[in-house]
């Protein structure tokens, strides 16, 4: 197959730091081109150069034999590139056919042509295997793996001969993840090539056909097979070899609920949850993207009204988030970005937003004593880079993370909920946070998590539930299941649905 991209020795730097430092990358025509490496390796800085969005300060670049420097993600686009960020860009205010066809919207004699937008946006939708979504519908309307389609329609808009996917399946259910193969595989089918960022590994082997790994901005291994072992391809990333370690947990001795959900409900989300968390245990709730799962926790951290039922922490009953964090609930959401950062606000100041109050004197906040707890708290969970004066939006996924559980660390939680810990992270950040996770549980603290990613469940968790569609289905310690048991489990009923169908 024909190079259709070719980098060679790319440099990209910022104020104090060398984000790109030699990157080389060769994609074919038709190839599904995979891009692993730690959150902070450069993956980011490496497609938002393609994109337009950055420039390249030294190095080469070649787009179909020719130089290629585009000054914006619109001539990137208009050149046959298009981009599926990890974080949509997606105008929630827009409609679904708006979002689609922004920035080059159909026209005529100068007049947008709406009803063409709409249509072309419907065929685009029913070649993605979801004719169901509306292309007059508000974006902000839709879930996240909607969002997440509708990106994918946008990039699929543009006459693209090259499509990068950053994570493009990390907030999607098993069979949308099956569909987006399929569509990916038309894709490549028609000469067109796809470069597919993923932490998941078993993605990589399944859907791609050569890898580049990227190491703190330079390329330690470029073309290899998809199929390459995964201690290797770990190694390579991290200098490391594994892929998912988690720390021992000790049997925890029988000890009052800390946290006690009875017969909570919320209508068309999840119906008749009862379930205890006692100090120090991590429990585990595993189901698919739409079972309920992140409603359900927004709903026991008190963001979401109950239509029946009680939450009570320590016995104190939880009907608001304020009332959760005063009496020593933490959550980590799902979406960090839109639900629990200020981007624009530095780090200590993100770490401090539970406990601001404690570093007030004479009605003043102590700057001075926030950034040295903020300290204390990045120096243990070895947060990269250290700077607390740093915008929190400079940080990659992993260590974005850090920060938001590193916010219930300083603010003394007892019960924490973890909402896709690890998504969008990896595999050397992910073993840094399951320790943390490990530690907290060691200090008597309750952990209640979430994950899409079963070993990571299994792995974690002293205890699971199991929950499909809005209800809990099974209980087990964590030690009593294996992975093919709970796929059954939580599949059962969308493939006898399927089924059906």
């Given at each position: 197959m024909t190079a259709i991209l070719r980098l060679s020795e790319v440099?990209?730097?910022f104020p104090g730091v060398r984000a790109l430092d030699g990157v080389h990358l060769e994609v074919r025509e038709g190839e599904v081109h995979c891009l692993l490496g730690q959150n902070g390796a450069g993956k980011s800085t490496l497609i938002k150069v393609l994109a337009g969005v950055h420039h390249a300060d030294a190095g080469e670049i070649l787009w179909q034999g020719?130089?290629?420097?585009?000054?914006?993600?619109?001539?990137?686009?208009?050149?046959?590139i298009a981009t599926i960020h990890q974080e949509l860009d997606l105008v929630d205010d827009l409609s679904v056919a708006e979002n689609v066809f922004l920035g080059h919207e159909p026209s005529r004699f100068g007049f947008t042509r709406r009803h063409g937008a709409a249509a072309r946006t419907r065929t685009i939708l029913t070649e993605l295997g979801h004719p169901e979504i509306p292309p007059g519908r508000?974006?902000?309307?839709?879930?996240a793996a909607g969002k997440q389609i509708v990106s994918m329609a946008r990039a699929l808009s543009h006459d693209a001969r090259l499509i990068v996917m950053d994570e493009p399946s990390a907030v999607l259910a098993h069979d949308e993840v099956a569909n987006l193969f399929r569509i990916i595989r038309e894709l490549t089918a028609n000469g067109i090539a796809v470069v597919y960022i993923s932490h998941r590994l078993a993605e990589i082997r399944e859907i791609g056909d050569r890898v580049t790994v990227l190491k703190d901005g330079r390329t330690t291994a470029a073309g290899l097979?998809?199929?390459?072992?995964?201690?290797?391809?770990?190694?390579?990333?991290?200098?490391?070899?594994?892929?998912?370690?988690?720390?021992?947990?000790?049997?925890?001795?029988?000890?009052?609920?800390?946290?006690?959900?009875?017969?909570?409900?919320r209508a068309g989300e999840f119906a008749g949850v009862s379930l205890t968390v006692r100090p120090g245990e991590i429990v585990g709730i595993a189901g698919l993207v739409g079972s309920g799962r992140s409603e359900l926790l927004e709903t026991i951290f008190g963001a979401r009204v109950a239509d029946r039922g009680t939450v009570t922490l320590d016995g104190r009953r939880i009907t608001g988030v304020g009332q959760a964090v005063a009496h020593g609930m933490g959550m980590a959401p799902e979406e960090r970005k839109s639900q629990a950062l200020l981007l624009d606000e530095p780090v200590f100041k993100n770490?401090?937003?539970?406990?601001?109050?404690?570093?007030?004197?004479?009605?003043?906040?102590?700057?001075?004593?926030?950034?040295?707890?903020?300290r204390r708290t990045a120096d243990n969970l070895e947060l990269r880079p250290r700077d607390v004066d740093r915008p929190v939006r400079t940080l990659s996924g992993g260590n974005q993370q850090k920060v938001v559980v590193g916010r219930w660390l300083l603010g003394h939680t007892r019960l924490l909920l973890l909402d896709e810990p690890t998504r969008g992270v990896d595999v050397g950040a992910r073993a840094e946070l399951y320790q943390v996770v490990h530690d907290l549980a060691a200090d008597g603290v309750g952990v209640l998590l979430v994950s899409s990613e079963v070993p990571e469940v299994l792995g974690l968790a002293d205890r699971v539930l199991v929950m499909r569609e809005g209800r809990l289905i099974h209980e087990a310690p964590a030690g009593e299941l294996d992975e093919d048991t709970v796929l059954d489990l939580v599949m059962a009923g969308s493939l006898m649905e399927g089924e059906a169908a």
């Open positions: 440099v990209k730097t020719e130089p290629f420097a585009p000054a914006s993600p619109q001539a990137a686009m208009r050149a046959g508000l974006t902000r309307d839709l879930p097979p998809a199929r390459t072992p995964t201690r290797e391809l770990v190694g390579r990333m991290t200098g490391r070899a594994f892929e998912y370690v988690f720390p021992p947990r000790e049997a925890k001795a029988g000890a009052a609920p800390l946290l006690e959900v009875c017969d909570l409900s770490m401090t937003l539970a406990s601001f109050t404690g570093f007030a004197r004479a009605g003043f906040t102590a700057a001075g004593r926030e950034r040295a707890a903020a």
